[in-house]
């Protein structure tokens, strides 16, 4: 079991704040992600990254943004947050020297975000 | 990469063996099938692969149809703790390596 972790579990906040949701693992996987899931839905992936200052939008268009400063490091960042950003924020990472096939994600037990 | 389609639920007696279904008639040859689950509130948890041939580990069986065209998750002596949504995903890696496509997977119940 990869170790991952997601601060906070749980977020309530007002409209228009700024946000920053914590990912962090320490089996020093290269490749990290974001997902999005509302309940009862699809997963949607929003960001990844390959490594340190590697960032990529995924395939859902999010106005949230990320950065990879350290290896073990993948916080998600929104700067004005607003109702329709409620969701489950997922983050997960896979090893190094492992693509294609036979990657495997590892994934943090989420935040999930109340914007009010 | 292929879709999948999976039944949205199904139900599964305590101790009895849970065959889950997942058709990936699309699929093409340097695809894999994937299977991960989601309990309620978690994030997904990988459970087994494969390419064609059947494979096993300590969770669960992956049965590979010989067109590869279906398969079937079994997870042998279901328990209350495998309630959960169950996700068959086709992937091939490559330039999309990590990019997993969830879809809506199988609502497993587990009951007493």
């Known amino acids: 079991e990869a170790d991952i972790y997601q601060t906070p579990r749980y977020l309530v906040i007002g409209t228009g704040k700024k946000i920053t949701l914590e990912c962090s693992q320490t089996m020093g996987h290269d490749k990290m992600y974001w997902y999005q899931q509302d309940p009862g839905m699809e997963l949607h992936l929003i960001h990844y990254s390959y490594g340190v200052n590697s960032t990529e939008k995924g395939d859902l268009s999010s106005e949230s943004t990320v950065s990879r400063i350290r290896t073990e490091h993948f916080p998600l960042t929104l700067e004005s947050a607003r109702p329709s950003h409620t969701s489950q924020y997922l983050c997960a990472s896979s090893p190094p020297n492992v693509q294609g096939p036979n990657e495997k994600l590892f994934f943090g037990s989420g935040t999930q975000l109340s914007v009010l | 990469d292929a879709k999948t389609t999976q039944p949205p639920s199904m139900d599964c007696a305590e101790g009895r063996a849970a065959n889950l279904p997942c058709n990936h008639s699309?699929?093409?040859?340097?695809?894999?099938v994937y299977w991960y689950r989601q309990i309620h509130s978690q994030g997904p948890q990988y459970i087994i692969h494969?390419?064609?041939n059947n494979e096993t580990n300590e969770m669960a069986s992956l049965i590979i149809t010989e067109d590869r065209k279906s398969s079937t998750l079994i997870l042998p002596h279901a328990t209350l703790r495998d309630t959960a949504v169950y996700y068959c995903i086709v992937y091939a890696g490559g330039t999309s390596y990590g990019k997993l496509t969830f879809g809506q997977g199988t609502i497993l119940t587990v009951h007493p």
């Open positions: 699309t699929i093409s040859g340097n695809e894999y």
């Open positions: 494969g390419l064609k």
